[in-house]
């Protein structure tokens, strides 16, 4: 499906559908819809019947076979799903084993007679064995297949597999469209998730992540050494990714940083008052360091380093920069 925000998108790629690429990279915000637009795409140029504009009929052999997830001639390439309770703490990864998968089904003859697709999401987690494997075969591709890359993040592929694709920026929703959407799923709380997931409406909020990150924003509002240490244990017991956590501070830090600047939060609004109050005596130097510690922190979010250690130290940080000291 291609919601209502991307049909301009695909309404330029359908008016070119004739100088098609090998290879497609789509890339934009989390949370917006690139993968269902992927997989719309896919199904066109799989389908054996296509409607106005290029849309996928929807009722033809090809298109029954891509809804029931059973089409011979697509692959879906995602990374390898973990089984353990910590599996929010590994690095999800695409490895050079299943890209050489991707390598043997591009080499096939076509089961329907038509194309053969192949959908990497999110491309950015293929490790860099499996991105020069890719590399190889964008470089020539077989006849009739086609390269589907979904990215969050573009900047983190490869220069040399960026520019052997088509790159088509997928675009947000205006801020009027993305609070109608998301008020259908989450009600009353509606805009300040929203705010949170920086405008982008197709998130879906965790029970357990909402309430912690709930009781981490009294805290750095008001931060207390002894509270600080019990919630770096309470989120180390929920097993989830140092990553979680830096994202929810991250957010939290660029907001002081606007208050600064007597500007508007862009992700915790309601705590405006809050923030303009803390921010008003703190040293800029000492909260820029401490953005540059969490930056820097950001590449190892799903590595096996001690999540507790790492809160505790960053949340002591904090408090020295909340205390006007540097740190």
């Known amino acids: 499906m291609i919601y209502p925000w991307l049909e301009p998108v695909w309404q330029q790629i359908a008016q070119h559908w004739q100088q098609q690429p090998q290879a497609w990279l789509l890339y934009g915000h989390p949370g917006i819809g690139k993968r269902e637009f992927a997989e719309h795409l896919a199904q066109a140029l799989l389908c054996e019947s296509p409607q106005a504009n290029h849309q996928p009929c929807g009722v033809c052999t090809s298109c029954h076979l891509f809804s029931q997830h059973s089409h011979p001639d697509f692959l879906m390439v995602k990374p390898e799903e973990a089984e353990s309770d910590s599996s929010e703490r590994k690095l999800a990864q695409i490895k050079v084993e299943t890209i050489r998968n991707v390598l043997d ?36 591709p077989p006849a009739g297949m086609v390269f589907i890359l979904v990215s969050h993040q573009k900047d983190r592929l490869l220069p040399t597999i960026k520019s052997r694709c088509r790159q088509v920026v997928l675009t947000m929703p205006t801020p009027a469209e993305a609070l109608a959407f998301a008020q259908q799923l ?88 809050a923030l303009n109050e803390i921010t008003a005596q703190i040293d800029p130097l000492s909260l820029f360091a401490l953005i540059d510690r969490v930056n820097a922190l950001a590449p190892y979010g799903k590595h096996t380093l001690n999540v507790k250690m790492q809160l505790e130290d960053l949340l002591i940080d904090y408090l020295n920069v909340w205390q006007h000291k540097h740190t």
């Open 105 to 140: 089904f591009a080499h096939l003859s076509a089961h329907r007679g038509g194309k053969r697709v192949a959908l990497i999401y999110p491309a950015e987690s293929m490790n860099t064995q499996a991105a020069n494997a890719l590399l190889k075969i964008l470089e020539e």
């Open 186 to 273: 989450h009600g009353e709380k509606t805009a300040d998730l929203l705010a949170f997931h920086g405008g982008a409406p197709l998130f879906s909020d965790n029970d357990s992540h909402t309430q912690l990150r709930n009781e981490l924003i009294p805290l750095l509002v008001k931060p207390r050494l002894i509270a600080m240490l019990d919630y770096a244990a309470a989120f180390d017991k929920q097993k989830l990714a140092l990553a979680t956590f830096l994202d929810w501070l991250a957010k939290w830090l660029l907001d002081m940083s606007l208050a600064q600047q007597h500007m508007c939060a862009m992700y915790y609004p309601a705590w405006q008052n």
